[in-house]
């Protein structure tokens, strides 16, 4: 579904990204962790298409072909989701307007008219009940005046109204206490099916107790220097990230 | 001065070729060119009562000795009110047999901004069916008012109807001394609609001049006057968000209002002139004095405003709070894109004890435009415990626009409590990344944060109007972010 080849990126003439290899299959959850600093939150903007950062070498190539030529609204109708590690307000824009223009717009790209008023109802009420989203907060502005972990439900609660191929979630587990975290990892695990894939962006061994991955990559300074099992996680957990640094790598 | 109007009429037809030039009652369009006896023909045109056309006089020669006002921060070359032409008569728009025949870009746009077919064929000038839809609404909504004992009709029919509720009021709220473009606008106006309210009547629909028949084409110095009895209330919905192109490139309109005892006027306009061209030639100038009278007793007058159009607007919409304890209200978003300038604020003045105002000003610039919120609170000595909250949201699209704001306070009496808040920003990256990320492209993600900054003044609108404003405001920013 996914394949990252040999990706070189920097911001501002500054290399982030230096050769970075991925493979995600369908069905599959992949995470991803790493020290800070290591790349790990730029490399799911420049999935979605972030435009502060400028590809100087490789391929995003996204169900067969390459993601590099869309612009990031095109990426998202092509399927492309990122749970941000900090959604943005934005004031005045209910929940309900601003799920609705999306739906609609990403529909209108594939050529389909908009979706009815009721089954979009139904929808929302379907999936807020799957992240326990206060059904009060789709009345109100974007993300404004939520808490922390509130925000992050909503970027669940927007996947799954979306209903993604590929959802990339970045640190969504940070700043998440133990409840907010079942939550969230119940709705990823919910929407886990044959078809889609995950990729997530941790910090913490501990959102990966609930959302188990197929394969755990380490990411150091803008390339995955190794890749595992979930156990790779429990034993970076264990020791911390020196003992990979130390460790040239084939 | 003659004292009936035959012999008004009589002395015009007669005095030919004075000034050079000759009156021909007949005409359908006046010469350029103003004189008093230009204002002597207008009003003789509409068979004014002699009490009027003194009124007239009298504004047209405290007109003459006026300036043009030059404060705003506007530009534009000094207007040659001699070039002007001061009267012609209603034209019927030019009729078309269908929809068919109109410029389909006009139609694209009427389609976006969801206005009924029916609106679609009057707005485009399609001759519609003698049995048509239109023509029965138009009654039923005539008998309605008139058994609640309501008038709205024409300025100029209010006249000959209800002559003493229009001398009372008529220029009671915007004296014809005001400022040079309600003098002039007190000398010439055109028409206008006239609107009264008896006691304790809730008029029991939204007044639009769509509804008035023969409203379209009341010319470019329209003069409105609304009165609201004691305890009645009404909602005045002015203009129209599909786009509006004249060929005269000056309006001076005056709107005034008058609320008795515990009234509530609510006056809701949207603007959408033609703005010119991309270097703004050719777009109305629009020099616009509104004003509100809370004459009586808790009484409330509510402005609402969405303007987008128009080369140049300068439009103050304003509260006189003379009864104790009345309110008054001003909420509105103006756009300017491209080469468009618009100078425009409120001034709520404080009179009466226990008054209140609310300003929500939100000012939206793009391309190389220039937008200013010019406003004043004045606390008059008299108004003990007055009170005001301002809101000045300016929002900048791109880097050649402009956004200024000039509040004005005064307060004169220690117990008056003036609340200011301003601020100016710009959309951040961030927030079209995210509406993007969800799969709304950038030029809809902006539409979507403008109507979200503007949230507090659209839902002031009435529902089907603020529907329009919202598509109107998305289709006014079109290709300034890129």
């Not at chain 2, 485009?124 to 309501?150: H, P």
Request: hydrophobic content about 40%; overall charge negative; proline content about 4%.
């Amino acid at each position: 579904m996914l394949e990252i080849k040999n990706l070189h990126a920097s911001i501002d003439g500054k290399p982030i990204l230096n050769g970075l290899n991925l493979h995600i299959q369908a069905g599959e959850v992949h995470a991803i962790m790493g020290p800070n600093g290591s790349g790990k939150s730029t490399l799911a903007s420049i999935i979605a298409g972030n435009e502060a950062y400028q590809i100087t070498e490789g391929d995003i190539v996204f169900m067969g072909s390459s993601l590099l030529d869309l612009q990031p609204h095109q990426r998202a109708a092509a399927g492309v989701f990122l749970a941000f590690q900090y959604p943005v307000e934005i004031p005045g824009v209910s929940m309900m307007n601003f799920m609705k223009t999306a739906i609609n717009e990403i529909r209108a790209q594939k050529g389909l008219e908009p979706m009815e008023a009721s089954d979009f109802l139904k929808l929302v009420r379907e999936k807020q009940a799957l992240v326990e989203l206060d059904s009060k907060l789709a009345n109100r502005s974007v993300n404004q005046g939520f808490s922390g972990g509130e925000k992050k439900r909503n970027e669940v609660f927007q996947m799954a109204m979306l209903d993604p191929k590929l959802a990339v979630l970045d640190e969504t587990d940070s700043g998440l206490d133990i409840d907010a975290l079942r939550i969230v990892a119940q709705g990823v695990n919910t929407l886990r099916n044959a078809h889609n894939a995950f990729l997530v962006i941790t910090h913490y061994q501990r959102l990966l107790d609930y959302i188990v991955p197929d394969v755990v990559h380490v990411l150091a300074n803008g390339k995955i220097i190794k890749s595992g099992n979930k156990d790779l996680a429990l034993e970076l957990e264990a020791k911390g990230y020196d003992w990979i640094l130390e460790t040239p790598q084939a | 001065m003659p004292d009936n109007q035959d012999q008004l009429l009589h002395d015009i037809t007669n005095r030919e070729y004075e000034h050079g030039w000759s009156v021909d009652l007949d005409a359908e369009t006046l010469d350029p060119g103003l004189t008093e006896e230009t204002v002597r023909f207008i009003s003789a045109k509409k068979n004014e009562p002699v009490w009027l056309l003194d009124w007239r006089l009298k504004a047209f020669r405290h007109w003459q000795k006026m300036t043009e006002p030059h404060w705003g921060l506007l530009h534009y070359p000094s207007i040659n009110y001699q070039a002007l032409s001061y009267y012609s008569a209603p034209k019927k728009k030019p009729e078309l047999n269908s929809l068919d025949e109109v410029d389909p870009e006009l139609l694209k746009t009427f389609n976006r901004l969801g206005i009924s077919l029916q609106e679609q064929k009057m707005l485009a000038g399609v001759a519609v069916d003698a049995v048509i839809d239109s023509v029965s609404v138009k009654t039923t909504f005539k008998e309605k008012l008139a058994e609640k004992g309501v008038i709205f009709c024409a300025l100029s029919e209010a006249v000959q109807q209800y002559p003493d509720l229009v001398k009372a009021y008529l220029g009671t709220v915007v004296p014809i001394k005001d400022n040079f473009f309600a003098a002039l606008n007190s000398a010439v106006f055109s028409d206008g609609s006239f609107v009264y309210i008896p006691k304790g009547v809730r008029c029991p629909m939204e007044l639009s001049t769509y509804f008035r028949i023969n409203a379209m084409n009341t010319g470019q110095f329209e003069r409105t006057l609304i009165i609201a009895d004691d305890d009645s209330y009404v909602s005045y919905l002015e203009g129209c968000t599909a786009p509006m192109r004249d060929e005269n490139q000056l309006h001076a309109a005056v709107v005034e209002l008058v609320a008795l005892n515990r009234a509530h006027i609510k006056y809701s306009t949207v603007q959408n002139w033609y703005p010119g061209d991309k270097n703004g030639k050719g777009g109305i100038y629009n020099f616009v004095t509104k004003r509100g009278n809370c004459l009586g007793q808790h009484s409330l007058i509510s402005w609402t405003q969405v303007e987008t159009g128009s080369s140049i607007t300068w439009k103050y919409p304003s509260v006189l709070l003379k009864g104790d304890g009345s309110k008054g209200e001003f909420f509105s978003v103006a756009v300017t894109a491209n080469a468009q300038q618009a100078d425009t604020g409120t001034k709520m003045v404080h009179l009466g004890k226990n008054t209140g105002s609310t300003i929500i000003s939100k000012g939206i610039s793009a391309g190389n435009s220039n937008n200013s919120y010019r406003g004043l609170v004045k606390i008059a000595p008299s108004a003990t415990g007055a009170r005001n909250f301002s809101q000045c949201d300016s929002l900048l699209l791109g880097n050649s626009c402009g956004a200024h704001t000039f509040p004005n306070i005064e307060v004169d009496n220690a117990t008056g409590k003036v609340e200011h808040e301003a601020t100016t920003s710009k959309i951040a990256e961030d927030q079209i990344f995210y509406l993007n990320q969800r799969g709304i492209p950038t030029e809809k993600a902006v539409a979507l944060i403008v109507n979200g900054y503007c949230r507090e003044v659209l839902d002031q609108l009435p529902m089907e109007f603020a529907v329009e404003a919202r598509k109107l405001l998305e289709i006014s920013l079109e290709g300034s972010v890129g």
